[in-house]
């Protein structure tokens, strides 16, 4: 078709020279996309602008046992994180507050106290577990160790060394009835040279070796009565000396807390059985009769 024109008439009905429309102008499709890709990516730098004028910032941080700490929140003057969120490499997740030093975990533990530059627990400390057990002291990149004081739910509490966030070296572990132990500790169990006093008076003084009496040592009944010797898991094992209250004693060998081999049997009023026992009895003596005696009726297990 040929070209469209206008015919203007004015008022006096003589018509002017014709003006030629102009045709509309269409855009190409990439035009479209390219215009729509950098309106896009204005609003982009925009909304980050935006971000970083008020501070918030996402921070990427190393620790010192090879994981990461990843944190999104806003930051101080000197572009060091202030208030927000924190994602560990384990998949704990908490909220920081360095005004206050406070670090709130997702699982309700609350920690206030010093932390390294990876936002990790790290010098003196508290820990308030959700579970009601707080410890306060020293911590090291993130776990307890050091010097400290652990207060369980039940009251029982323990004062001493840690290490990777169990009972390493020594300390003194208080029960809530009273009960102590004070001595050594290897990975949150009595291990080593320890004194255990009971509620009840008895003590031990002795050996440990996995929570248990093992070595040498000496048991001092509540009722008076002593043993001093060997024991193996726990138990009265090997040789050694039980005194009685009312003076009698036995010297010689034990198994599972009785009177097991050979051993000297010394009453109180100065008479003696040596020869072979048997779970607390004399079965034979040192001339060759064989008797039974009631020489081991007072053995406490």
């Known amino acids: 078709m040929g070209a469209s024109y206008e015919v203007e008439l004015p008022e006096d009905g003589v018509p002017m020279t014709p003006r030629r429309k102009r045709p509309k102008k269409h855009f190409s499709t990439a035009q479209i996309l390219l215009i729509t890709f950098i309106a896009a990516l204005i609003c982009v730098v925009l909304v980050f602008a935006a971000i970083y004028a008020s501070g918030l910032r996402y921070i990427k941080l190393q620790t010192e046992i090879g994981g990461y700490v990843k ?55 508290k820990l308030e577990y959700n579970t009601g057990d707080v410890y306060e002291g020293t911590f090291a990149d993130g776990v307890i160790s050091g010097e400290g004081t652990f207060t369980y739910a039940n009251n029982d509490i323990y004062v001493g060394s840690f290490s990777n966030g169990m009972k390493n070296g020594h300390g003194v572990y208080t029960w809530f009835d009273g009960s102590s132990y004070t001595g050594d500790f290897v990975n949150d169990k009595k291990e ?15 050996e440990y070796k996995n929570e248990l009496k093992e070595g040498t040592g000496t048991y001092r009944f509540a009722n008076g009565d002593v043993y001093s010797g060997s024991f193996v898991a726990d138990a009265r094992t090997g040789h050694g000396t039980y005194t009685w209250a009312n003076g009698d004693e036995y010297i010689g060998n034990f198994e599972d807390n009785e009177m097991n081999g050979t051993g000297t049997y010394r009453f109180a009023s100065g008479r003696t059985f040596e020869g072979s026992f048997e779970n607390g009895v004399l079965v034979r003596d040192l001339g060759g009769d064989e008797e039974s005696t009631d020489a081991g009726e007072n053995t406490e297990g």
């Open 192 to 206: 080593g040279w320890g004194v255990y006093l009971w509620k009840d008076g008895s003590s031990y003084t002795g």
């Open 71 to 125: 944190f999104f929140g806003t930051v101080d003057s000197e572009g060091s994180p202030y208030k927000g969120e924190l994602y560990y490499s384990d998949g704990t997740t908490a909220t920081v507050d360095m005004l206050n030093n406070k670090v709130t975990f997702s699982n309700g533990d609350v920690y206030t106290g010093a932390l390294n530059a990876s936002l990790r627990m790290d010098g003196q400390g």
